[in-house]
């Protein structure tokens, strides 16, 4: 027999079962069908300023940090803004997204390239898909306008989030992730981002920028 | 490759664990780190109570209906584009994964932390296979420096001061400056990131474990701190995923159930850093992820936990609050458990896996004060597992005959009512004369095991049985 079928049926064994009893395929079915939210906490079930409010309290608290500006081409200035006020180089790596490509960067001296990291960059910027307020949780999703990499390698990581895309919970982004990409769960990477990296792995002491980012900074672009 | 036990010599491993000095001011970090920081995350979030019972329910429809799920989560990785690999024992486990690389005609594997992957022995068999095997979570790489294994399920250097990392550093990374300063963790971090970084490019295979299976999806989830498991999974060409069968949950929303309870369990964070979903190999138009995706789940010895007294023990999440709370952890730290899982979720497991002749007098380091069980987000029993297998280690004749002959001894008095509460009667007081001044005896004859380490504190008044009489307690 081969292990697949064996340990299926070891398992059928110790539970007692053969695997074709119509009560528990249903009760299956079921739960896949209805996905249950469970228990959501009230913590995150506020909207509008509330909700604007608690991802930043929530996102400094894990050491991120957040600005907010009013329209698109504010993205740039601050973009500009941070790494000037943290001394870094103006250079930025970004993939392919056209509310990021379609910005006038000229506008600074930033020098922007484009496409995946190769781990030689300092400063990455990203589009998130989503952000979760209740912990102050940014979701991204891969492809080539936001390539993977670029969540990871940069030494800093500035995020841009629409004010239309901070969700409440996790469950409301799993919906919202279901309803663009169907259930199949379209991209092949979901990284759910709070705060930037970190270590405690020598002596307990927490530090910052572990392997992937040393700084994370959330813009929100007001509605 | 089963990873050598050192399970059966506890009791020797323990001692030397009391002596050394080193080890028990480390372990002073894991009692002050540890405990108030989940007890303050518990503290901020009212449902937490709530979201406990909801993980433990949602563990037990899983393991109720697991070959189901194990079947539907099969099929959404298949039309994902993944490919999934059952194994029954470590050594199918090593050898899918060995496979896999070799195909890939890899060099170099690296490796984000599993506990499974230490369970079934997989850097050997890289190494042994003329691989090399790279731990790049910062704790998993200091111990595979100095040739250890891990000494907690999500610390795992938990048990070295600095100074021995710093010591590991310089000996290992020769191509650096002799005179650096690695005297703080900045310094140290800074430096694993560096070396790292070099191996996670060159790297032709990943190797991550698995947090969750979610059968709806076909997507595995990870969940780190450092971002060294999604450089792993994201930067080399093929992505391998080793899991054990009972990581399965049916949908993201019990996903989010158990992650609500899984950081704030494990070190007092709401959300790790990272939690990051997968779903097969990269797609057409990607510019970033592996082209391959597989995942190897491992069974042995699980699913014949099912269906008995320790099917309790599948529902866990690996989040080490128990170690961190046990009082037998913090005094001799992980290493005197011998294998992969120490604490009591490893009194627990270590047994089932390894079989009660090996490690079945794990679970008589205990002193069943409870606090592993109050503190589990998926609420195991645990002391009560721990009974369970103490009484088959006594059924089996497995108990060291000293034990055996103390109990004989006392039920021997225990039988005789009579005698009992003459020789109580008789010793209370003598003992209380002789330990009146401190309270307390730092030697006492016959009984070193116990007072080398801690006091035995002198009786204070009169035995049990006469104040239950004077207080009017029923006798029969």
Known sequence: MSAREDILSNIRRSLGVTGREEPRLSAMQERLKSAPRGVVPMRGQVSGEARVALLRAEAERVAASVAEVAQPQDIVLEVARYLREHNLPASLRMGADARLNGLDWSATAIEVSHGPSAGDDLNGLSHAFGAVAETGTLAMVSGADNPTTLNFLPDNHIVVLREADLLSDAESLWDRLRATYGKALAPRTVNLITGPSRSGDIEQQIVLGAHGPRRLHIVILRD | ?476
């Not at chain 2, 490893?346 to 205990?366: I, R, W």
């Not at chain 2, 020789?423 to 007072?451: I, N």
Request: glycine share 8%; proline share 5%.
């Open chain 2, 1 to 476: 490759m089963t990873i050598h036990s050192t399970s059966p010599a506890f009791k020797r491993n323990a001692h030397n664990a009391l002596a050394d000095k080193q080890l028990q001011q480390a372990l002073g970090n894991v009692r002050a780190g540890f405990i108030d920081k989940r007890t303050q995350a518990a503290e901020r979030l009212p449902e937490f109570e709530a979201l406990r019972d909801s993980a433990r329910d949602i563990k037990n429809h899983v393991l109720a209906h697991l070959d189901l799920y194990l079947e539907h989560y099969e099929t959404k990785v298949r039309e994902a584009g993944g490919h999934v690999h059952f194994a029954r024992t470590t050594e199918e486990a090593c050898a899918t994964i060995v496979e896999i690389c070799k195909a890939q005609g890899a060099r170099t594997v690296t490796k984000g932390k599993s506990m499974v992957s230490e369970e079934i022995g997989l850097n050997a068999a890289i190494e042994a296979a003329g691989m090399e095997a790279v731990e790049t979570d910062l704790g998993e790489y200091i111990i595979q420096l100095r040739g250890e294994t891990p000494s907690h399920i999500i610390a795992p250097a938990v048990h070295l001061m600095k100074e021995q990392v710093a010591d590991d550093f310089r000996r290992i990374h020769t191509h650096l400056d002799a005179d650096r300063d690695l005297t703080q963790p900045e310094a140290l971090l800074t430096e694993a990131r560096m070396v790292l970084r070099k191996r996670f490019l060159e790297a032709d295979v990943g190797i991550t474990g698995a947090n969750f299976l979610v059968a709806e999806t076909g997507t595995s989830i990870i969940v780190t701190n450092e971002g060294n498991g999604d450089l792993t999974q994201t930067l080399p060409r093929v992505h391998i995923v080793i899991a054990s069968i009972e990581k399965i949950v049916p949908t993201l929303e019990d996903a989010a159930q158990i992650l609500r309870v899984l950081g704030r369990s494990a070190t007092g964070q709401d959300m790790s850093v990272y939690t990051t979903l997968s779903t097969g190999p990269r797609r057409p138009g990607d510019v970033d992820g592996p082209q391959a995706y597989h995942v190897v789940l491992v069974d042995n010895g699980r699913s014949a936990m099912l269906g008995t007294e320790f099917e309790d023990m599948l529902r866990c999440i690996r989040c080490g609050a128990c170690m961190n709370h046990c009082p037998v952890y913090h005094a001799v730290g992980g290493h005197a458990y011998g294998w992969v899982y120490p604490g009591p979720m490893g009194a627990v497991l270590s047994p089932s896996l390894l079989g009660v002749d090996k490690a079945g007098h794990l679970p008589n380091a205990s002193t069943f004060c409870g606090r592993c069980e109050s503190v589990c987000p998926v609420r195991i029993p645990l002391p009560k597992l721990m009974r369970h297998w103490r009484e088959r280690e006594y059924e089996r004749h497995l108990a060291p005959a000293t034990f055996r002959y103390g109990l004989g001894l006392w039920a021997f008095f225990a039988r005789r009512p009579a005698l009992y509460k003459f020789a109580t009667g008789l010793a209370m007081p003598v003992l209380g004369y002789l330990g009146r001044k401190a309270g307390r005896f730092a030697k006492l004859p016959l009984a070193s095991g116990w007072t080398d380490h801690r006091d035995m504190p002198a009786p204070q008044g009169k035995t049990f049985q006469a104040q239950w009489r004077e207080r009017g307690g029923r006798t029969r």
